[in-house]
């Protein structure tokens, strides 16, 4: 059975950073590229971050860029999103994705709020205070 499961996030000023992590049993996590959303209160799923299955290649809708990284450790079958200069409007309950077939370079162009990946995490939270 496959399970992503985040954790991390909380609740942090405007210009701080939290670190979250994804941890995937169940699947050849080496084979899956993978990536990182949110979801804000009212609002769609929107895509944020996407890594390929070797970690080289990273992919980052605008608004995150130059702020958050996405890493992952196929060692240790996890995922990271390192958020720094946190604002108001990151607040959003944040889900890491499996994609076992698709590249990470496509994931963005994908439908929401699915974007074509197999699995997901169940979300953690991400509070942004002004």
């Given at each position: 059975q496959v399970q992503l499961v985040e954790s991390g996030g909380g609740l942090v000023q405007a210009g701080g950073s939290l670190r979250l992590s994804c941890a995937a049993s169940g699947v050849t996590f080496s084979n899956y590229v993978m990536?990182?959303?949110r979801q804000?209160?009212?609002k769609e799923r929107e895509f944020v971050?996407?890594?390929s299955w070797t970690?080289?290649?990273?992919?980052?809708?605008?608004?995150?860029k130059g702020r958050f990284t996405i890493s992952r450790d196929n060692t240790e079958?996890?995922?990271?999103l390192q958020m720094n200069s946190l604002n108001p409007d990151d607040?959003?309950?944040?889900?890491?994705a499996a994609d076992y077939s698709g590249s990470a370079a496509l994931i963005a162009t994908?439908?929401?709020?699915?974007?074509g990946m197999d699995y997901w995490g169940k979300g953690t939270l991400v509070t942004v205070s002004s």
């Open positions: 990536g990182w959303f804000a209160p009212g971050a996407a890594i970690g080289i290649r990273t992919y980052y809708t605008d608004s995150v079958n996890s995922i990271y607040t959003a309950v944040y889900y890491c994908m439908p929401a709020p699915d974007y």
